[in-house]
C-alpha cells in the first residue's frame, strides 16, 4: 500500500511527472539510436565484432556504449570520449593558471569550461573514430564480409560517429535541465542496465544444464554475495563520520555563550566514482596506442586483459592514488575551517584557525584510506567473480565501474524524486522517515 501511494504521490506532482516522462522519451531515443547501423554496413557481418568485444577492455567499451560498440551504431563510440575530456580539463584545472582562473569565475567560468570539454571532445571523436572503424573493417573481413573504407567513406563514417557522441552529450545536458537526475550518468546507467537481463539468463542457463556444478542452488548463492556486495556499495557511497560543531549564539568580548551543535558530515568516500572513472581512463590508454584491430602481447596484453593479474593490481593501486587526489581537490578543510569561522562556529576541543584545517584533514586522510581500499576492492570484483567461476557478463555486475554507477545514480535519481515530494509536503521514499543520501556533493558527474 505505501508503494502504491508513492506512486500516486509522484503522479499528482505535475512537474515531476513531466520531468519523469521527458527522461524516458529521451532515454528511447538514446536505446533506439543504439540499434542504427553505420551506413555501407552489413548487420549480418557483424558476428565477428561481437565475439571480439565480448572479452577485455572490449567488453567495458560496449558496456558503456549499451551495446552500441558491437552493434557498429551511430552511437558506437557512446560517451567515453566526452568523460575523458572532462577528466583532462578537470586535471588541467589543477595545473594551470588560466583553467583555474575560470573556475573561480562561477558560471561563465564554468560555461567556459564546458565549451573547451566540447572541442576536446570532437578532438578525441576524430581520433577513435577512424581507429574503430579500421578495426570493424578488420572484423567484417574475418566474418567473410567487405565494407568500402575509402578515405571519403573513412571520412563520412567518422563524421557520423563523432556527431552521434555529440547527440548523446546534447540528450544527456536535457536530462540535465528538463528531466530527472545527472544525464551523462543515467545514459551510462542505461547502458549498463540493458545488458543485465541477458547477462542474468545466461548464468542461470548454465547453472541449470550444468548440476555437477552445484546447479540452481550456486546460483542462489551467487544472487545473495551479488545482493551483499550492492549492499556494500551502497553503504561505501553514503557513510560517513561526522563531525561535532559547535555554533555561539552571542559573543561577548572573547567568550562565546549559548549556541547550537551541528555535524559537518564527511564522507567515507568523498570522490564517488571519479576515481575508477580516472583509472579507466588511464587504463585504456595501452588498447588505444596499439590499435582496437588485434589482440595485443606481452606487457600491453597483460594491461589489457580485464581479468588478469596484472591489470587488476594496477588497477588496484590506481584507484587507491585517485581517491586521495580527488578527495584533496573536491573536499577542501581550510574553505571549511574559514566558513566556521565566519559563522563563530567551532569543533569543541579544537582551535580554530589552522589548528581546525588540520583536525579537518587528518580526519579525511583517515576515513579516505579504508574508503579507497573498499572502492579498489569493489572494481576488481569482477575479476575475482570470473576466476571462480562465473559468466563473464554476469561477473561485472558483481562490482566494479557497473555496481558503482548502477548504485550511485540510482540513489541520486531516488534523492532528486524525494526531493520533490518532500518539497510539497508529502511523505519520503523511505519508511522510517530517513532522507536518502546520494554519492554526490556538488557537481561530481558522472
Not at 573556475?103 to 561563465?108: A, D, P, V
Not at 550518468?185 to 548440476?211: C, D, H, K, M, V
Not at 559468466?391 to 540510482?410: C, M, P, Y
Request: proline content about 4%; some cysteine.
Amino acid at each position: 500500500m505505501g508503494f502504491t501511494q508513492t506512486i500516486k504521490n509522484i503522479w499528482s506532482i505535475e512537474d515531476l511527472r513531466k520531468r519523469i516522462g521527458i527522461t524516458l522519451l529521451l532515454v528511447i531515443i538514446y536505446r533506439f539510436g543504439c540499434y542504427v547501423v553505420l551506413p555501407g554496413i552489413n548487420p549480418d557481418d557483424l558476428m565477428a565484432l561481437k565475439n571480439f568485444t565480448s572479452d577485455g577492455l572490449m567488453q567495458l567499451l560496449d558496456m558503456f556504449s549499451g551495446g552500441a560498440f558491437s552493434q557498429a551504431s551511430i552511437f558506437a563510440l557512446g560517451i567515453m570520449p566526452y568523460i575523458t575530456a572532462s577528466i583532462v580539463i578537470q586535471l588541467l584545472g589543477m595545473v594551470l593558471p588560466a583553467f583555474q582562473k575560470m573556475q573561480r569565475e562561477g558560471e561563465s567560468g564554468r560555461m567556459k569550461l564546458n565549451q573547451y570539454t566540447r572541442y576536446l571532445t570532437v578532438i578525441i571523436l576524430l581520433l577513435q573514430g577512424p581507429a574503430y572503424l579500421m578495426n570493424l573493417k578488420y572484423q567484417v573481413q574475418a566474418a567473410g564480409g567487405n565494407v568500402d573504407m575509402s578515405f571519403w567513406m573513412l571520412a563520412f563514417m567518422t563524421i557520423v560517429l563523432a556527431a552521434g557522441s555529440m547527440f548523446i552529450m546534447w540528450l544527456g545536458e536535457r536530462i540535465d535541465q528538463k528531466g530527472v537526475g545527472n544525464g551523462i550518468s543515467f545514459i551510462i546507467l542505461i547502458g549498463i542496465i540493458a545488458r543485465l537481463p541477458e547477462a542474468f539468463f545466461q548464468e542461470f542457463t548454465s547453472r541449470l544444464y550444468n548440476s555437477a556444478g552445484g546447479g540452481l542452488v550456486l546460483f542462489l548463492v551467487e544472487i545473495i554475495i551479488l545482493l551483499a556486495v550492492i549492499a556494500g556499495a551502497v553503504l561505501l557511497v553514503q557513510g560517513t563520520r561526522k563531525v561535532p560543531v559547535q555554533y555561539a549564539k552571542r559573543i561577548v568580548g572573547n567568550k562565546q555563550y549559548g549556541g547550537v551543535r551541528q555535524y559537518i558530515p564527511l564522507k567515507v568516500n568523498a570522490a564517488g566514482v571519479m576515481p575508477i572513472i580516472f583509472a579507466q581512463a588511464i587504463m585504456f590508454i595501452p588498447i588505444t596506442l596499439v590499435g582496437f584491430s588485434t589482440k595485443t602481447t606481452g606487457f600491453f596484453g597483460a594491461l589489457t586483459d580485464l581479468y588478469g593479474f596484472w591489470y587488476n593490481l594496477v588497477y588496484f593501486l590506481m584507484i587507491v592514488a585517485f581517491t586521495y587526489f580527488y578527495t584533496a581537490i573536491t573536499v577542501r578543510p581550510a574553505q571549511m575551517a574559514e566558513d566556521m569561522k565566519r559563522n563563530n562556529g567551532f569543533i569543541p576541543g579544537i582551535k580554530p584557525g589552522k589548528p581546525t584545517v588540520e583536525y579537518l584533514d587528518s580526519i579525511m586522510s583517515r576515513i579516505t584510506l579504508p574508503g579507497s581500499i573498499f572502492l579498489g576492492i569493489v572494481a576488481i570484483l569482477p575479476a575475482i567473480a570470473h576466476v571462480c567461476g562465473l559468466n563473464r557478463n554476469f561477473a561485472s555486475f558483481f562490482g566494479g565501474t557497473s555496481l558503482l554507477i548502477l548504485v550511485g545514480v540510482i540513489l541520486d535519481t531516488l534523492r532528486i524524486i524525494e526531493g520533490h515530494l518532500v518539497m510539497r509536503r508529502y511523505d519520503g521514499l523511505m519508511k522510517d522517515g530517513s532522507r536518502i543520501q546520494g554519492r554526490t556533493t556538488g557537481n561530481n558527474a558522472f
